[in-house]
């Protein structure tokens, strides 16, 4: 059965980078059949797609935050990884890693980070 | 970037009823490419209909989605009460990747 899990930092101070890790276990993140993406959630709000990967290292971005996105892979590791670098209050959110059919079929639980001084 | 709204906000109903969700797009969505999640306070969201119409391995056939182009619809057809919960449709036919802003189905 398919798990991801994020792990990261739960506390990251104005100006500063996010960075947060993806575990794949179940699977493999070399499967030709999927992208692996980010997607975040400020409290109390709505869904937002940062961005995604494919396991040879190509990658796609919202618009709205690519001057400060990038997702890497590490495929001997089965993970992958999200840097949100300046960030701001604004930031502040669950933040999912999910494999992607196209659509995100399977979720992370999500882990909180918030921007704060 | 394709806007999705949902509508209504939040709808309130009580179990056994039929519950009729709704979303919209500002253009066309390439392919019927649209999924349905359910969120519950606290979890991830969950994968319900995909492909417009296409139910997700193991989720009950009292969840069907339908519609094309730009309106789109999930329907449950008898709500149970694990059923109250936040549900957002989400397009991946196009760049960026978007989703609505979800519709709330409260417990009447």
């Known amino acids: 059965q398919l798990r991801l899990q994020e792990s990261g930092q739960g506390l990251v101070k104005p100006s500063e980078t996010l960075s947060l890790t993806c575990t794949v276990s179940?699977?493999?993140?070399?499967?030709?059949?999927?992208?692996w993406g980010w997607i975040r959630q400020p409290p109390g709000k709505g869904l937002e797609w940062i961005g995604s990967i494919y396991y040879s290292g190509s990658t796609y971005y919202n618009p709205s935050l690519e001057s400060r996105v990038t997702i890497s892979v590490d495929t001997s590791r089965n993970q992958f990884s999200l840097n949100l670098s300046s960030v701001i209050a604004a930031d502040t959110a669950v933040y999912y890693c999910?494999?992607?059919?196209?659509?995100?079929?399977?979720w992370g639980q999500g882990t909180l980070v918030t921007v704060s001084s | 970037e394709i806007v999705l709204t949902q509508s209504p906000g939040t709808l309130s109903l009580s179990p056994g009823e039929r519950a009729t969700l709704s979303c919209r797009a500002s253009q066309s969505v390439s392919s019927s490419y649209l999924a349905w999640y359910q969120q519950k306070p606290g979890q991830a969201p969950r994968l319900l209909i995909y492909g417009a119409a296409s139910r997700a391995t193991g989720i009950s056939d009292r969840f069907s989605g339908s519609g094309s182009g730009t309106d789109f619809t999930l329907t449950i057809s008898r709500l149970e009460p694990e059923d109250f919960a936040v549900y957002y449709c989400?397009?991946?036919?196009?760049?960026?990747?978007?989703f609505g802003g979800g519709t709330k189905v409260e417990i009447k």
């Open positions: 989400q397009q991946y036919g196009s760049s960026p990747l978007t």
């Open positions: 179940g699977g493999s993140i070399s499967s030709s059949s999927y992208y």
């Open positions: 999910a494999r992607q059919s196209g659509y995100p079929d399977c």
